[in-house]
Each structure stands twice: as structure tokens, then as C-alpha cells.
């Protein structure tokens, strides 16, 4: 069908170029180039959401602008097509109908787009809910004011929520290895979010999932490359460590591990000169071990680091042995033998440089260095040694007296290592960019030690660490986090903060979930919290059951009986009804009028007695119907998704098929207009 040409060289400039415009936006040309570039892009969609999932192609394909400006660009090319035809002849009627289709088709895709609801609901048995949880994320402000003691009292002022497009990845993942995707033309809120009234707020980087991890703390491995007779294959044994000052309060935190034939002890060194001492407390087997053990004492002074050796017999014999160019002596006070501890006193001789200060306490552990007690006013620091001699099966299962490598971080936030396997100690620096240096030797073949990950801190602090993209984890189990720049008032702090998780039962923010920053006249706290969307009425789950292949734990069907309530707790349907993977339930809410499709898509736990969260969820549903506690606790997560274009892109498709049946059964383009062409002709 030929179009029509409106433009001529008689017109003015600028009437000529807006018809040329016109023209060219209705041509057959542009529609076939853009036409096939949507069908690359399609393609790539396709293939980004089976490579990275559906969140993926959404941030990246689906909800960017430019791809809504390519939709937008083909409803103009459809307009113009059909409007450039203007009147339509009797034969042109399937041809209107078809582009009108089009054009409806293509609001319904925007309406989609724009009002569309894809959330989860995250339910336990016998609980109800109305708030669906998104993918996204947003930032919270909660703003106090300070009186003149510093103090605050109420609820503040709440600023937010903050919108925050991140994004389906690690900021640092973008551009490297996924580069050939156009990541970059996907918006991202980089930079600063919000700036009022003294109150900014800055996102610096963010990892799409990330975990927690106690510094400072070492992750190593020991082992080899070929272990066992002619080199067989490799074994490696991994070593995670953490310190913390005081272990019994601080819950589950090593300090040792044991490792085959050996244990790896990690601490933190407070000061240059007992990283020093670290290094330089090794024994001499010439001094020899004693029954007891050999002590090596190092004094940290002037000009010169000094180290002094004897073995425990001899100062138990002696009860005081000075310590040559220090002006200092020890004076023995106990020993232990079954837990290789000394104690002893270290004070200044009457000739000393530090006559008249007051004697300091010492406490030596053979196989506890972690827990030594050091002269520190005095300047020494020191190490007890012991000969293991023949040890029996049971107190080589108890780790006494074995082969043990000490790792600590330094003064200076590096690390260092000593290797003790008697009778030799092997000390120096240890490479933290996984560089081996030697370990263990055993019969069977020479060990080595690597670091993995090493998290360097003055003081115990939690340290954010990211996660490797996982298409198959789902983003209701992802911890996400966001590096963040609060400044209030003039006072600016930077730190990392965890997002919100989406639960059943939502929780108080802790410690790495909300921080806050004190300005001169007001504090101010930010969390970064779920977005999510009331539904109008609530979702209660009745029953949750899950079934597992024989043999496995692998889930094999999981459904959920549920129920519709509107106000006042009545049911909106005449009986529950039951979602299961592959059957989703259609509900219309009599209220609004509006369409939802609930989906029943994974499930979160199970939590055991003895969980907090199984014990708050308890405490919060008091219990079962039965007034007992379950075995476990599950919680179902339901998908709600409601599609505000659903009815009008059925109507655009119908369109579509209505005009092209149209034209075929007018037979227009095939015999009319020909028709008429070869008669006029004739």
C-alpha cells in the first residue's frame, strides 16, 4: 500500500522538514530498522534473564529508559503509519484495526510497566499479612533533636523513604565481567540522595549481597599441592580465626584451631615492641628445655632490644635470675606442670635505671601464648617453650604440647607468624596476598600455609564483605548493603549498613542494620529498609506443607492453603484455597476491584528450638492452636502480582488478530486494489 507524499519543494523550510519528519516516521524503512532492533534486544533480554534471572532483566532491559523510549518510538512509527493514511478507504480497514491493536497493545505494556505490583509475602502458619516486599530498597531518616546535655527523648522526625535504585549486583561486578551488557545505561542512585537542612546523605558503593565477619580475623589454609607418597593430589584444610579480647563474652569466636598433626592459634599484638617480642622469642637449644621448659624473655628497651634465656628449673632453683644490660630481675612465684604456666614477678635491681618503680606480674603459657600475661610498664614481653616428649594417643587428641603455628596481627595491622615444631621455631612475616610459606612437616610430606582473606582492625568491629552473584538464591535471602557518608550538621561519618531482611515477622534494626551520627544539635539514624506495598486485605495462611524426595533434602512440592480477609477479619472467599508451585490462584478484591495472581514461590527456615527467631516467632503467635510448640517453624513465601495493563493488552492482541483476519478476509491486498488497477488500465 502506498503512502502518501506530503512534502514539497514549494512548501516553507521548516513546514517542508516537519512533514519530511512525518514521513519518515511513517516509512516502511524505519519501521523494518526498528523493528529489528527490538527483536535484538529482545534477544538479549532473553538471554540476560537466563544467565542472571528475572531481576536482572528487569534493572537491565526491561525498566530502562531506553528501552521504553524504543516502544515508544515504535507506538509513534505505528501512529504515523496509519494516521498518514488518513481518510482510509473501505479496503484499509484491517489495516486500522491491526495498528490500533498495536497501540493499545503497546499501553498496556507501559501501564504493566509503570503499575505494576511483582512482590513477595513471607507468611507463618497460622499469621496473616497485607504488606507485599519488593526487590528494591529505600532509606529511612530518623532526625532527634539534642538538648543542652546531650540528651534526646521521642520519636523524631522522619525524612523518607529515600528512593534508591541499585541495581542486581556488586557495583564493583559492573563493567568487568558482564561489560558486554549495557549495565551502564541502567540508572543507578550513586552519589548524594539527599541535601537539606544540614542533613546529607551519600551512597559511596553497595553490594547486592554481602555477609557479616568479625575483624580483625584471618581465613588461612594448610596444606599442599601434592601431599602423600610420589606426590599424590592435594590437600588443603581451611583455618577461620577471629579475636576478641574477652572470648567468653563475645559467644562463638576462636582464637585456635586444630589442623592435622598441629593447632593454628591467631591473636592481635597492642604495640610495637610486643610484635617485636613476637618474633624475637624463640628458644635455643643450646640453653636446652629442662624437665620444664626454657623461658625467652625480650626487653624492649634502649638502645637495643635485649633477649634472655633459662630454662624454668633453673629460675625455680635460683628464685631470682637478673636480666643482664636491663636492670631488671625475675623472681619465680609458681609453676604448673600440668597446664605448662609459670608465674613470675619482674622488678628493678637496686642498681637499675628503674629502681623504685613497683614489681609487675608475669604469666606464661606453653600451649596458650594468646593468654600471656607480659611486664608491659617494664618493657618485657616473653614465651615459655616446652619439650613435648613422648605424648600418648590421648594427649595428642587433646592438643597438648603438639606442633602449633601462631599467627598474629601486628602493630602496624600485617601479620606474622611463628612455626613451632620442636625442637626449632620458625618466625617471620606472613604474606597476606596468599604467598605460601612453610608449615608442618609430616612423613607423608611438607605442609604449607596460605591466607585466604585477612581483615585488619584496632578494635573488634563487624567488617561488610561481598558476596558472588547467585541466580538461583533468591532475593528475599540476599543481605544486601550499602556504603554510605551521613553528615549532620557539619560531622560526616562513613560505614556500612545492612539492609533490612524481609521476614515473617519483622524485627527490631540491629547494630549493623541502623547507625547513627551525632551533630551539634541533632542525631540522625538511617536504615535502609524493604519498599513494600499494601494490597488492601490481608493473606492468612491456614496450613503450610512441604514434601522432600526420598533420601534427600531437597524440596520436591511445597504448597500453602490460604485465606482472603477484607475489614473487620471476614473472609472474602466462600473457602480457602490452596497455591502450589505450578497452580497459581486468581483473587479479585471485592473492595477495589483489582486483579491479583498469588504465586506460591519458595519458603523460608525451618527454625529449630533454640533459635531466636524461632523463639520470637513462637512467643509472637503464642504458640499453636493446640497451645504447644512446634517441632519447627516454617514460613511460606507467597509472590502477589497484580497487572494493571493485563485487560487492555488482551484487548491490543485481540485487536491484532481481529484486523489481520480483517484483511484476509477482505482480501484487500491481494485482488482489490490490483483489481481495480488493472481495470483502470484497460
Known sequence: MARPHLSSPDQPAWIRSTLGLYEFLASLRFAVVLIALLGVVLGLGTFVESAYGTEAVKFGVWNTWWFTLLNSLLGVSVFCAAAIRYPWKRHQTGFVITHVGLLVLLAGCLMSQRGGIDAQIPLLEGDSGSRAYEDSH????????????????????????????????????????RSFIPWGLAPRDRGVLHDADGIRLEVLDFYADSTAALAPSVKLRV???????????????????????????????????????????????????????????????EVGFGAKGQIVL????????????????ELESKKTIELPGTGLSVDFRDHEPRLAVVRFAVRPTAAGDAAGKSSEEMVLAADLPEVNMPARRAGVYGSLWVDPGPADASERMQGKARSRI????????????RKWQFPAVTAGPLPADG?????????????????????????????????????????????RAAKLRLSVDGTSETFWIAGLPIQPIQEKPGPTERREVAGARRIAAVTMDPDSIDIGFDVRLDNFERRLDPGTSQASHFSSVVEFLGDSRKPLTASPVTITMNAPVDFSDPA??????????????????????????????????????????EASVLTVNYDPGRGVKYAGSALVVAGIFTM???????????KRAVQGAA
Open 138 to 177: 529505600s532509606f529511612k531518616l530518623e532526625v532527634r533533636r539534642r538538648s543542652a546535655d546531650g540528651e534526646t527523648s521521642g520519636r523524631g522526625e522522619m525524612i523518607g523513604p529515600i528512593p534508591f535504585r541499585s541495581g542486581p549486583f556488586n557495583w564493583d561486578d559492573y563493567g568487568s565481567r
Open 664 to 674: 484476509f478476509y477482505m482480501k484487500a491486498y491481494f485482488f482489490g486494489p490490483r
Open 406 to 417: 601462631d599467627v598474629i596481627q601486628t602493630h602496624d595491622l600485617a601479620l606474622a607468624y
Open 298 to 313: 625480650v626487653h624492649d628497651g634502649e638502645p637495643r632490644t635485649s633477649v634472655h634465656r633459662f630454662t624454668v628449673d
Open 592 to 633: 477495589t476491584g483489582r486483579s491479583y495472581r498469588l504465586f506460591q514461590e519458595s519458603f523460608m527456615g525451618p527454625w529449630l528450638p533454640g533459635d531466636p527467631l524461632y523463639e520470637r516467632f513462637v512467643r509472637e503467635l503464642g504458640g499453636t492452636r493446640s497451645g504447644e510448640a512446634p517441632e519447627a517453624i
Open 435 to 479: 604467598r605460601p610459606v612453610p608449615a608442618f612437616e609430616m612423613p607423608m610430606g611438607k605442609l604449607e600455609l596460605r591466607v585466604d582473606r585477612f581483615l585488619p582492625a584496632d578494635t573488634v568491629e563487624v567488617v561488610t564483605l561481598p558476596v558472588p552473584f547467585d541466580k538461583a538464591k533468591p532475593p528475599s535471602a540476599k543481605r
Open 223 to 285: 596444606g599442599s599441592d601434592s601431599f602423600g607418597p610420589g606426590g599424590g593430589r592435594g590437600v588443603w584444610m581451611p583455618v577461620d580465626l577471629s579475636w576478641q579480647p574477652n572470648p567468653l563474652a563475645g559467644g562463638d569466636v576462636r582464637h585456635r584451631q586444630r589442623v592435622g598433626g598441629g593447632t593454628v592459634v591467631f591473636w592481635k599484638s597492642g604495640s610495637k615492641a610486643e610484635t617485636n617480642a613476637f618474633l624475637a622469642a624463640v628458644p635455643d637449644t
